[in-house]
Nanobody
Framework: QVQLVESGGGLVQPGGSLRLSCAAS????????MGWYRQVPGKQRDLVAI???????NYADSVKGRFTISRDNAKNTVYLQMNSLKPEDTAVYYC???????????????WGQGTQVTVSS
């Protein structure tokens, strides 16, 4: 089994910061892209940031300059540093990873359970 376990969500005031973490685990896994998505009730899940294995990154326009994605390949972990948070950043944040399990040669997408981020005064 492949598991993605997220941590670091919570309540923060506007202008504050939070750091999300997501650790992937499982026997014989190899991970390609890792990223973060977010979803608010009644809306689709949207990409926030994504990092390829060589650490090239891509961000949603709404978070550029405020959020930073990084990863530790040795720990199969991806992070999302969120600064200058705004009320509109309030959402459930989901970790996503493209994972290959030995001996398969195919990558499949896996999701974390989600962590709530609330930005409010």
């Amino acid at each position: 089994q492949v598991q993605l376990v997220e941590s670091g969500g919570g309540l923060v005031q506007p202008g504050g910061s939070l750091r999300l973490s997501c650790a992937a685990s499982g026997n014989g896994i190899s991970i390609n892209a890792m990223g973060w998505y977010r979803q608010v009730p009644g809306k689709q899940r949207d990409l926030v940031a994504i990092s390829s294995r060589d650490s090239s990154t891509n961000y949603a326009d709404s978070v550029k300059g405020r959020f930073t994605i990084s990863r530790d390949n040795a720990k199969n972990t991806v992070y999302l540093q969120m600064n200058s948070l705004k009320p509109e950043d309030t959402a459930v944040y989901y970790c996503n990873a493209d994972v290959r399990r030995w001996p398969s040669t195919r990558y499949s997408a896996y999701w974390g359970q989600g962590t709530q981020v609330t930005v409010s005064s």
